[in-house]
T-cell receptor, first 114, second 111 residues
Framework: DTGVSQNPRHKITKRGQNVTFRCDPI?????LYWYRQTLGQGPEFLTY????????KSRLLSDRFSAERPKGSFSTLEIQRTEQGDSAMYLC????????????FGQGTRLTVV | EDQVTQSPEALRLQEGESSSLNCSYT??????LFWYRQDPGKGPEFLFT???AGEEKEKERLKATLTKKESFLHITAPKPEDSATYLC????????????FGKGTSLLVTP
């Protein structure tokens, strides 16, 4: 399967713990995005990388959230000191090229904070 | 501020009953409008990209159209397997490459 891969698919954690998610984009896609989706809502943009550079971050993104994309390949999203409000589906997407091009999404990581 | 509004929130159709989903948008400098399909518990699946008013795209029973203020996703003779949430998203010139999504339309097609 050459699509966007996300791990783990599900994560249950206790409030206050740190969690890290991984995203492997489609090979040779230079852009990588992270989104968060809660029930009944559309995905909400978190951050965006072009190759290894983090070019955009949502102003809604808490300082507890950090993302990296070393060497412009896979990416990780870490949430520190998790809160119940962090419970959501975390989606990764990737795209290639210049201008407005379609992004392809992974299956997501479902986070539950108890 | 960019806004994307989808209607209706939910739609129930009989198999074979054609209908349309609406996506109204307010953005500064539209780069592209995207339609996705999302099944429960899964990530969005790309359907179409529209770039300029008057553009149309088709795929099987789906047809997407675009005006300067809104987009429609027309579903012709739907089947139960078309049941899903359909998401509309815009990419605007003042927001980099982030997609701004609507809340989606939940479609149920009954036999």
């Amino acid at each position: 399967d050459t699509g966007v891969s996300q791990n783990p698919r599900h994560k249950i954690t206790k409030r206050g713990q740190n969690v890290t998610f991984r995203c492997d984009p489609i090979s040779e896609h230079n852009r990588l995005y992270w989104y968060r989706q809660t029930l009944g809502q559309g995905p909400e943009f978190l951050t965006y990388f072009q190759n290894e550079a983090q070019l955009e971050k949502s102003r809604l993104l808490s300082d507890r959230f950090s993302a990296e994309r070393p060497k412009g390949s896979f990416s990780t999203l870490e949430i520190q000191r998790t809160e119940q409000g962090d419970s959501a589906m975390y989606l990764c997407a990737s795209s290639v090229g210049q201008g407005a091009t379609e992004a392809f999404f992974g299956q997501g990581t479902r986070l539950t904070v108890v | 501020e960019d806004q994307v509004t989808q209607s209706p929130e939910a739609l129930r159709l009989q198999e074979g009953e054609s209908s349309s989903l609406n996506c109204s948008y307010t953005v500064s400098g539209l780069r592209g409008l995207f339609w996705y399909r999302q099944d429960p518990g899964k990530g969005p699946e790309f359907l179409f990209t529209l770039y300029s008013a008057g553009e149309e795209k088709e795929k099987e029973r789906l047809k997407a159209t675009l005006t300067k203020k809104e987009s429609f996703l027309h579903i012709t003779a739907p089947k139960p397997e078309d049941s899903a949430t359909y998401l509309c998203a815009v990419q605007a010139g003042n927001s980099g490459y982030a997609l701004n999504f609507g809340k989606g339309t939940s479609l149920l097609v009954t036999p």
